[in-house]
């Protein structure tokens, strides 16, 4: 069994889907691993380091995917890329597949097997698969870096003889693991920590990490989560009405980090021009859900825009800021996954199509796009 894990075409992307820790546990499951050289540097992994794990440095993207029976990637193949790999090969990366039928269409007129790491589930045998907490983990704390990097102003209060610095006022929209991870880290520099979320769950989650919780709280708040723990789409009465607190709340921040991302839906809107204006000069506002579409207006992708005196950071690929631990986890995700693949006594791959966590994943299978999301759009 061979393994391909090449360098990222996308200029952006700075992460890896293999490490030497992981390329150690596919030669143990019976892989060949081929990394392309340099597929590692950004993410501080030298050619070295991966050919003492065991993998064999390849010195082009052909050379790479040549024979490759399972492609590991961060992000979905492009055109040139897919003339590179066999048919029949699983590939294993984040799909992103809203909107790209044509990229689905391809991958599957390639003849190739493609999962979307994003669509694993959320139960207990797959956490250690999901890529969207790992990743999103690492975003929360990047964006509390980035805020303070952007801040002219230290987080804690701090008493000197000079007089007393306040603290930051930092409030987190959205307290999903991105959220959380935020309010946690906001709250280790010393920052007074609000967030607010339309699920229920996540009052508990918040005030258990020593912030305090912002929402509307009526009938509709205590029924707003899917049952796989995601928001649903709220209501035109209940959004005016939260809008109307947060309007009222987001004047007194210094700092507001969002993060609310619906499944397959443009990112909603949260902060408008009018609660910017709102907000004292020098403040700061992180947007991560900034490539699709963004919850702040005004927020530019891949840029650092100041509307009404106020700085939105909208950088791409946040966990890529932060590359050598996305890396690490997100790698450790794709051989979790896997390894449910390869049958351990005879080292072979031999997934399992009835599985639930393939059939939740697989996006293109013998020629065709199989999963129920995107296979009307195809036919």
């Given at each position: 069994m061979?393994?391909a894990?090449?360098?990222e ?7 890896v889907?293999?490490?030497p820790?992981t390329v150690k546990?596919?030669?143990?499951l019976?892989f060949?691993?081929t990394?392309?050289t340099g597929?590692?540097t950004?993410?501080r992994?030298l050619?070295a380091?991966y ?7 390849s010195a082009d993207?052909a050379?790479t995917y040549?024979?490759a029976?399972?492609v590991l990637?961060?992000r979905?193949p492009?055109a ?10 699983l590939?294993?990366a984040?799909m992103?597949?809203?909107?790209r039928d044509?990229?689905?269409a391809a991958m ?8 979307a790491?994003?669509f694993?589930p959320?139960?207990t045998?797959?956490?250690v698969?999901d890529v969207l907490?790992s990743?999103?983990?690492l ?10 990097s ?8 701090m008493?000197t003889?000079a007089g007393?610095?306040p ?5 987190v ?8 991870q935020a309010?946690?880290?906001a709250?280790?520099l010393g920052?007074?920590v609000t967030?607010?979320d339309?699920?229920?769950?996540s009052?508990?989650q918040?005030e258990?990490l020593g912030a305090k919780?912002i929402?509307v ?7 707003a989560?899917t049952?796989?723990?995601?928001a ?7 959004q005016k009405k939260?809008a109307e ?8 921040q210094?700092i507001v980090i ?7 839906r443009?990112?909603?809107?949260l902060v408008?021009a009018?609660?910017?204006a709102s907000?004292k000069?020098?403040?700061?506002v992180?947007?991560?859900a ?16 100041t509307?009404s005196g ?13 590359a050598?631990s996305?890396?690490?986890l997100y ?10 693949m390869v049958?351990?006594?005879?080292k072979t791959?031999?997934?399992n ?5 393939v ?5 293109t299978r013998d020629?065709?796009v199989?999963h129920?999301?995107f ?5």
């Amino acid at each position: 069994m061979r393994i391909a894990v090449p360098r990222e075409s996308d200029a952006v992307e700075t992460r890896v889907a293999a490490t030497p820790e992981t390329v150690k546990k596919l030669k143990t499951l019976g892989f060949e691993v081929t990394i392309e050289t340099g597929a590692g540097t950004t993410s501080r992994i030298l050619d070295a380091d991966y050919e003492a794990a065991g993998a064999v440095i390849s010195a082009d993207a052909a050379a790479t995917y040549a024979g490759a029976d399972v492609v590991l990637k961060v992000r979905r193949p492009d055109a040139a890329e897919l003339k590179l790999i066999k048919s029949g090969a699983l590939v294993i990366a984040i799909m992103d597949p809203y909107g790209r039928d044509a990229e689905l269409a391809a991958m599957a007129e390639a003849g190739v097997s493609a999962f979307a790491m994003e669509f694993m589930p959320r139960i207990t045998r797959a956490q250690v698969m999901d890529v969207l907490s790992s990743q999103a983990n690492l975003a929360g704390y990047r964006a509390v870096i980035d805020a303070a990097s952007e801040f002219d102003r230290a987080f804690p209060m701090m008493m000197t003889a000079a007089g007393t610095v306040p603290a930051a006022r930092v409030f987190v929209m959205g307290a999903g693991v991105a959220g959380l991870q935020a309010i946690a880290t906001a709250r280790r520099l010393g920052a007074v920590v609000t967030a607010t979320d339309v699920r229920p769950a996540s009052k508990e989650q918040v005030e258990s990490l020593g912030a305090k919780f912002i929402a509307v709280e009526d009938e509709e708040f205590k029924q707003a989560e899917t049952a796989g723990g995601y928001a649903k789409p709220m209501s035109e009465a209940y959004q005016k009405k939260q809008a109307e607190l947060v309007a009222s709340h987001i004047t007194k921040q210094d700092i507001v980090i969002t993060t609310a991302l619906i499944p397959g839906r443009p990112a909603p809107r949260l902060v408008t021009a009018e609660m910017l204006a709102s907000m004292k000069p020098g403040s700061v506002v992180v947007d991560l859900a900034v490539e699709r579409g963004g919850n702040v207006e005004g927020a530019r992708a891949g840029e650092v825009a100041t509307v009404s005196g106020v700085k939105i950071v909208g950088h791409l690929n946040v966990p890529g800021r932060i590359a050598a631990s996305a890396s690490a986890l997100y790698a450790k995700n794709l051989v979790a996954f896997l390894e449910t693949m390869v049958d351990k006594a005879s080292k072979t791959l031999k997934p399992n199509w009835d599985d639930e966590l393939v059939k939740a994943t697989v996006l293109t299978r013998d020629g065709a796009v199989v999963h129920p999301a995107f296979a009307a759009a195809q036919s």
